[in-house]
């Protein structure tokens, strides 16, 4: 059998297609791996870039939702503010209305340990009086006391009436007219806590009308009834001077 010849020529012609296959082989593979490199970069940059745009966006909202929220909180300050004043206005309204329906309506107090009802108009009718004892208009004082006794004689303010209009008429000089007013308040109410004073303006009503005897009996009682009390001292005072 023939054995097949090859000759220089041919094997090395077959050598120089085969470098070459591997350099074409080589060079493509080398083209595509760098093709890959830089899409893989480009779509990192791009990711990068979409994330950067992402976070900004995110951070923009956080920041307004921030915003909306303080606006929020600003806002329900404000409605509790206007809450509150619209109650307390509405405390004050109520409590002027009270005030107002309490003026047309009798009430129940306790004036310097006597409780008893009073009437609308009452209290002022007193304040008023009183209120023209202490400017020195005696006259009017005593005229208002008196009217205050007759039209209110149920009154938890009559014995400070029946007092200061007694006071009344004695700075007037009426004695007679004051021992009168102070002798009944004495009787209806002697465990007031003005009695032992009403008692030193009544010894000097006596006094002043010319009874010392009586006057010395007022006062002797004050100091024994009463002896840790300024009526006391004024009542010893005034007793010693009579003779």
């Not at 979409?50 to 951070?59: I, R």
């Not at 009344?168 to 209806?188: R, T, W």
């Amino acid at each position: 059998m023939k054995k097949p010849s090859f000759s220089f020529k041919q094997t090395l012609s077959g050598a120089f297609c085969l470098s070459a296959t591997v350099i074409f082989l080589t060079a493509s593979s080398n083209a595509w791996a760098l093709f890959s490199d830089d899409e893989a970069r480009k779509a990192i940059l791009d990711l990068r870039k979409s994330l950067a745009t992402t976070q900004m966006e995110l951070q923009n909202q956080i920041e307004k939702l921030k915003t909306d929220n303080a606006e929020l909180r600003g806002k329900i300050e404000e409605l509790e503010k206007q809450g509150e004043d619209i109650s307390s206005s509405q405390k004050t309204y109520y409590q002027d209305l009270d005030n107002r329906l309490g003026n047309f309506e009798p009430k129940t107090e306790t004036v310097e340990g006597i409780t008893g009802t009073v009437q609308p108009g009452e209290k002022k009718a007193y304040d008023d009086a009183l209120k023209a004892f202490q400017a020195g208009n005696l006259k009017k004082a005593d005229e208002a006391f008196t009217a205050f006794a007759n039209k209110y004689s149920k009154s938890p303010y009559l014995p400070l009436a029946l007092y200061w209009g007694g006071n009344s008429k004695y700075a007037n000089k009426d004695y007679a007219g004051a021992i009168n007013q102070l002798q009944s308040l004495i009787k209806k109410f002697p465990n007031h806590p003005r009695i032992p004073a009403a008692m030193v303006t009544l010894g000097n009503s006596q006094l002043e009308s010319g009874n010392k005897a009586a006057a010395k009996k007022t006062f002797s009682e004050v100091v024994s009834k009463y002896p840790d009390t300024d009526a006391a001292k004024d009542a010893k005072q005034l007793w010693a001077t009579i003779k």
